[in-house]
């Protein structure tokens, strides 16, 4: 969902939140300042924020400060965007930080906090990315070998097959 200037209203805590705008990307981001601190994304702005080489002042800058009433994080979240009901997912593989994500429109919500240890698992998309590959490999892998066996298995016998029609042809 495009960023429009319509006051969101914190899914954690319900108080509304609060526009901050961030210039080197010409977006703005929600942040519940006078509530739990939690961020809102939509689905393009995340991708500009959750890496360590990327810029996030304008977003510190806000917080900075600032005492926010503690949430509790377990607790199910419906999308202040579109009404639907958000889904914690794990940032990563290695399962450190949960956020709520929206499958509807995308957003993403972030408890207080959650931002910069997102930022702290991977240097780089590259190395999330290839942890998320291993991640997929050791779970397939073990599906890729049994396949491969059973590859082997069939080779053998075709070129079995192949030696007696052989024989049976040529002699
Ligand atoms: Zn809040
Ligand atoms: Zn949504």
Do not use: W
């Not at 957003?107 to 698992?121: N, P, Q, V």
């Amino acid at each position: 969902m495009a960023d429009n200037f319509q006051t969101l209203k914190c899914p954690a805590c319900q108080k509304e939140m609060t526009k901050v705008f961030v210039p080197s990307e010409g977006v703005n981001i929600d942040i519940c300042l006078d509530g739990c601190g939690g961020m809102y994304f939509d689905t393009r702005e995340f991708k500009y924020f959750d890496e360590q080489h990327e810029n996030i002042d304008e977003i510190l800058k806000a917080i900075e400060g600032k005492t926010f009433t503690p949430v509790n994080e377990k607790l199910p979240r419906t999308c202040p965007v579109c009404g639907a009901r958000m889904v914690k997912n794990y940032t990563s593989t290695k399962q450190e930080v949960q956020i709520d994500e929206c499958y509807a429109c995308g957003g993403k919500f972030l408890d207080h906090g959650e931002l910069e240890k997102i930022r702290a698992e991977y240097a780089t998309e590259e190395d999330r990315r290839d942890d998320m590959m291993k991640a997929v490999y050791d779970t397939v892998g073990v599906e890729i070998k049994r396949l491969d066996a059973e590859t082997a298995k069939l080779r053998a016998e075709r070129s079995l097959m192949k030696k007696l029609f052989d024989k049976m042809i040529y002699g």
